[in-house]
Structure formats: structure tokens, C-alpha cells
């Protein structure tokens, strides 16, 4: 009898009685496809948001690969697509490029905006509205969005490859791949099996022992990477690697802004006991040249590849925009540097500290994930989930316009404890003053 008296004293035992509400839509599957009017949509939401567009999750696939599992997705979906397309081991961001996965679903790769009820791909938005989400230079000269960036997460190592160039892609109509590589804390608690990328070959490599690794295809293990180099992989650190270079990326989980193209050859057949098929060696090569061993040997590109200073060429770490410390926020370049005196992307990391707040102004259109916290871009939801369903929507992610961004985004940090950290990554040469190579060893703190 105390006891229940005792309770009816601190407790409110009036029945619950929950207000009707609208149901929200919280599923891609749930949204109605637009399919009119889109330049007019997309307009009345650029207006409204300042120049955003949130984007839904865009999963990918890879047969040949063991997914991570550190990309938040639900364990149970990592093989929603089907087991015979293999595991989930890559998330795509502000993507108007698909994949090249063999047996993929048609819109695999594309980026989805979502605008109330309704849903429909970035790369239609970029399509009918161009210079207004990309900026004119873009648009001028490529016409498209050409440029994306995604989470990359493995178990293990996948095989050394390399991705062809503009010249060699354009042999089989497609584009040539330089990228970039950032290790970004929040997604690498555990480093998983093999934490190292073996990249390029040894000074002093012959092209004759590469012709052997290939004739050996089917000896067994080839031994390509005999010939190459690992280096440790770091949280927080990255690499810019060209077209032509060989590289076998490890465990660590790799946010990759790059080229939009799917283009690459592989030149391990054998990895952690698994079998590499000899058409993932040729798959973007002429089909007459898929037995020419020197052919496929001369794809690589040489003197990159057995660069005596290759470190010094293509590692990065962090530099600071500016010492913003006292204002209670920091942006990080995070990728930066040239291929060949290009600048084909660039990307940068923002954190912002614990109830504050920051207005951050930037040269072009880029697309953005948040990695960490809570909070608004631009007095929308800004959070970074702990799970995601395969079909859930999340308010992780946007795309931000060149209009949107030159007129500056604000950032707040509504959490009272974790500081808010989001990673953007922009297209080409829109950034004219970011960091050159090695600028790292003399700005940082």
C-alpha cells in the first residue's frame, strides 16, 4: 500500500493519450518521384535553404570485396542488394556518376535529392538547371557535375590496381580517374585486418618482372606486390593518387573525393586467398587488347610509379584555412595539391566547437557529409546518425551551390559536449589558393 501510494504521488498516472500527427517520411521508398516542374523545385528549395539540397544515402556495392562495417549501415542490409552482387562497402556522396558494377540496378551510383514529399536524382537537378547548382565555370566546360566523393570501407586490403587516364579511358568512352584518399577519425575506431596501401612500384622495378606478374596470372598468388611498397595508414592523414599509379588500398575507412568515373584495372590476382578474375584487369581496356601483356604493362605510368620520392609527392596531412581557434571553430584543407599542374578536386574539414556557431564562405559548389555531432546548416537539420537502414533518409548530407556557398553557410553547433564535424569536398579548379604539396610541414597546429 506505501508503495503504491508513494507512486501515485511522484507519478502523473493520467492515461497517455498521443496527439494525431502526419506520419513523417523517414524512407527513400516512401518519397514520390518528381516528374515535372524540377527547375521550379529546385528553385523555391535553393531559395528557402540558402542555397542547399539534401541528398539521401547512396550505397554501392562491390562483389570482389568484404565490406568493413564502419559506414553506419545496418548490419542486417550490408547484402541488400543480394549476396550474388556482394556486401556494401561503399557510401557515395552529391554522386551524378554510376557505378560500373556488373548486373547494377540503372540509377546505382546516383545521388538522390529530397525536397518535401518528393524525390529525384542530383544528376537530373545538375541536368536542368546547370550553371545555378554548379557554378558557371563548371558548367561551361563539362556540362555536368563531374566530380564526386564517397566512403570507401573494407575488412581487408583490395588488389593493387590502377585507374586509367583521360587518354586511355576514352579507348572504351569513358573517363580517366586521379584521387584522393582522407582517413577520417570518426570511421576508423579500428583500423580492421591490414591498415597499409602498398602503392606504386620499387625504385629499380623492371618492366620485364611486371610482364611476369601478368603471364603468371594463373600460377598462382603473381606476386605484384613483391615489387611494391606499403605504408602504414593513419587517421586523419590522406594521399593523392593519379591515373596510372598502382595502388591497393587498405582497411582503414577512406573518405575518396574523384574524378567521376568507375574506370580501373586490377594487377593482383590473388588476395587474402581470394581469386581476382582476369576481367577486372581488362574491363577498361579495347577488347582486342585484352591478351597484349605489353599493352596492359605500358598502361602504368612509369616514372610516377617508380618515383624514388613518392611519399613527398602524394601524402597529406591537414592544413588550417586559418587559426579561426579563438572564434570557436577551424576548417582544415584535407585534399589539395595537382595531377599533372591540374587541380581536379579539393576538399576540406570544418569543426566546429560546442554551442557555437560559424559562417563559412567557400569559391565553389561542393557536397557535404557530417561525420560527427549535431546541429543546423543554414537552420536545417544537421546530424550525424549512429545507424542507417538501407532505405532510411538521414540529415547528413547536402549539396551546397556556388551561389549558396560564395554567400557563405552557417554552421551551429547545437550540442553542449561534441563538436560538430563535417567534411565537404569541391570540383575542379575552383580552389586557386589551397595548399600545394607538403604545405603541411609549415602549416598546421
Known sequence: MYIESALH???????????????????????????SH?????????ARTGGLLRLAPTWVPRSFLQPGLRIKLHPDDTYAYGLNRGGIDERWFASTTVTANEGRADDEGLSYCVVGHEKFTLKDAVDECGASLVGAAIWDKYAKW?????????????????????????????????????????????GNNFPYTFMGLEPGTTKDQVRDCIKNWNKGDNGILDLSKA???????????????????????????QWGSDVFGMYQ????????????LVKDMPEEKHQDIDFIVDQLDWDKNVDPNFKDNHYLEPVPVADTRSEGYVDRWIVYGKVDAFQYFTAKEVTIDPGC?????????YGLIC????????????????????HELTE???????????????????????????????????NPSAPVMGAYRNNSF
Open 371 to 390: 561525420v560527427q555531432g549535431c546541429g543546423t546548416i543554414n537552420g536545417e537539420p544537421l546530424v550525424s546518425p549512429k545507424m542507417i537502414r538501407f
Open 396 to 430: 547528413d548530407e547536402y549539396f551546397c551551390t556556388e551561389d549558396g556557398a560564395k554567400a557563405g553557410v552557417t554552421f551551429e553547433n547545437t550540442s553542449g559536449t561534441e563538436p560538430l564535424v563535417c567534411l565537404r569536398y569541391f570540383g575542379p579548379e575552383v
Open 38 to 46: 524540377l527547375k521550379s523545385i529546385v528553385a523555391a528549395e535553393l
Open 231 to 257: 605504408y602504414r595508414l593513419k587517421p586523419g592523414t590522406g594521399w593523392l593518387i593519379d591515373p596510372c599509379i598502382l595502388h591497393a588500398p587498405g582497411s582503414l575507412c577512406t573518405y575518396e573525393p
Open 9 to 35: 504521488q511522484v507519478c502523473d498516472v493520467t492515461p497517455f493519450t498521443p496527439k494525431k500527427s502526419k506520419m513523417a517520411i523517414t524512407t527513400i521508398t516512401d518519397l514520390t518521384q518528381a516528374k
Open 269 to 280: 590476382n590473388l588476395v587474402e586467398g581470394r581469386e581476382v578474375p582476369w576481367s577486372l
Open 146 to 190: 563531374p566530380v564526386y566523393s564517397k566512403f570507401f570501407d573494407n575488412m581487408g586490403p583490395i588488389p593493387h590496381h590502377m585507374h586509367q587516364n583521360a587518354e586511355q579511358a576514352a579507348l572504351v568512352a569513358q573517363e580517366g580517374k586521379p584521387e584522393s584518399y582522407y582517413f577520417p577519425p570518426q570511421h576508423n575506431n579500428v
Open 357 to 365: 556557431r560559424a559562417v563559412i564562405k567557400d569559391s565553389g559548389a
